[in-house]
């Protein structure tokens, strides 16, 4: 996570009204803060971010690739990578 950091907080940042229905960040700083405290990942790819999924208990075997990288707690950043908020 630490070498996408940046990058995370940026993408979370704007995206944040797809996880929360209030902005609970209003600067990368905080953002950073929020993903470091939420124990943010990062994937390579959807396959990993399924398996992570899969793992805590989630039921994702009915969804597809788009479907899952639709979920809530799911953002996509650059080179194909995801990473997963556990809010």
Do not use: H, T, W
């Not at 600067?27 to 390579?44: G, P």
């Not at 788009?66 to 995801?82: C, K, M, P, T, W």
């Amino acid at each position: 996570m630490e070498q996408y950091l940046d990058e995370c907080a940026e993408v979370f940042l704007k995206e944040q009204g797809k996880l929360f229905d209030e902005p609970v960040v209003e600067d990368i700083e905080e953002a950073k803060e929020f993903l470091e405290d939420c124990f943010a990942q990062v994937f390579e790819n959807i396959k990993e971010v399924r398996e992570y999924l899969e793992e805590e208990g989630m039921d994702v075997d009915g969804l597809s690739d788009e479907e899952l990288a639709d979920e809530l707690e799911v953002f996509a950043i650059s080179g194909g990578r995801y990473f997963v908020v556990e809010a």
